[in-house]
C-alpha cells in the first residue's frame, strides 16, 4: 500500500476548507497555534514532508529546504507576495511554487478605496473627536476636521497589474480629472476602458493630489519611496499603500509627514510587520494604520486557503499547479 505524501501547514487558523482538502489526500501536521511558527519549530517538523502550506510570515529560505530533505517536492503560499520564498533555490531543487493571485483582486481593491476614503476625510480622527470631547469644544468651525474631496482630483497608481486595474476602475464612480498610473509599459486596456494615461514613475509624483501604489516588491522597486521621491509629491498630497511594506522607506516617510512634504498617508502594509506599538507611525494624526487586512475577507481567504491546497495537491501529482511562480 502506497503511504499517503505528508504536508506541514504553519498555522492552525487556516480556513477548514483549505485543511479538510489536503487532509482527504495527505497526511497533515499542522502548527497548533494560531501565530507565526517559530524558526526552530519550521525546521523540525518540515523535516521529511513533501508539502509546505506556509504564509508570508514565514520565510522559506535553503536553511528550511535543507531541513526539509529532499522530498520536498511543492510549496503553497497562501498569499499573492512571494518575496518570502527563495524561488531560484526551488527552481535548482526541482520544487514547485505556488500562490494565490486574483481570489483577493476585488478584496484589495474595496480595501484600498476605504483606506483613501479614510485618510483624505480623516475618519479616524473625526471619531475620536466624537469620545475626546473635541466635537463639543468646536462648536462646529467651518473648517473643523476638513478633508480633501476625490471629485476634480488627479490620482496616481504607480502598479496597474490586477489590483491597480480593479482600484481605478473603482475610482471611476467620483469624478476624477485625471487617473495616471506608471509601471514597466502603457497598457491598451488602461486607455480603452480607464481613460487613464501612462506616465514616468517622477511625473506621476508631481502631477498627482493622491498616489496609490499597488506595485509588486521587486529589488528594482524595493525602497521606491523615499525621501527624494516624496519630496517631488504636492505639498497636499495624500499617500496610500496597500500593496508591500517594502516599498517603502518609513522613516522617511515619517520625515515627510511631520515636516509637511506631503499631507498624509494610509498603510494597510509596512515594513516590518506587525509594526512595532511603539514606532513613530503610530503617533501621527495623520497617519492611518491598518494591520495588513486588505484580503481579509471571509470569503477570500476562503477561497485563498483552497487555491493554496489546491496548488499543492497539484505538485504533489506531478501536475501543472493552477497557480506557479
Known sequence: MTSLPSVLITRNDIPKEGVMLLQSRCKVEIWDKPSPIPREELLKLVKGKNGLYCLLTEKINSEVLDAAGPGL???????????????????????????????????????????????????????????????????????????????????????????????????????????????????????EKLNAKFVPFEELLKQSDFVITCASLTPNTRGIFNLEAFQKMKRNAIFVNTSRGGLVNHEDLYTVLTTGIIKAAGLDVMEPEPLPIDHRLTKLPNCVLLPHIGSATVETRTTMALLTAKNILAGLDGKPLLCPL
Open 73 to 191: 517536492k511543492v510549496i503553497g503560499t497562501m498569499s499573492v507576495g512571494y518575496d518570502h520564498i527563495d524561488l531560484e533555490d526551488c527552481r535548482k531543487r526541482g520544487i514547485v511554487v505556488g500562490n494565490t493571485p486574483d481570489v483577493l483582486t476585488d478584496a484589495v481593491a474595496e480595501l484600498t478605496i476605504g483606506l483613501l476614503l479614510a485618510t483624505s476625510r480623516r475618519l479616524m480622527e473625526a471619531t475620536k473627536e466624537v469620545t475626546n470631547g473635541g466635537w463639543e469644544n468646536c462648536a462646529w468651525g467651518p473648517l473643523w476636521m476638513c478633508g480633501t474631496s476625490l471629485a476634480g482630483s488627479t490620482v496616481g497608481i504607480v502598479g496597474l497589474g490586477r489590483i491597480g486595474f480593479a482600484v481605478a476602475e473603482r475610482l471611476k464612480s467620483f469624478k476624477l480629472k485625471n487617473i495616471l498610473y506608471s509601471g514597466n509599459k502603457p497598457k491598451i486596456e488602461a486607455t
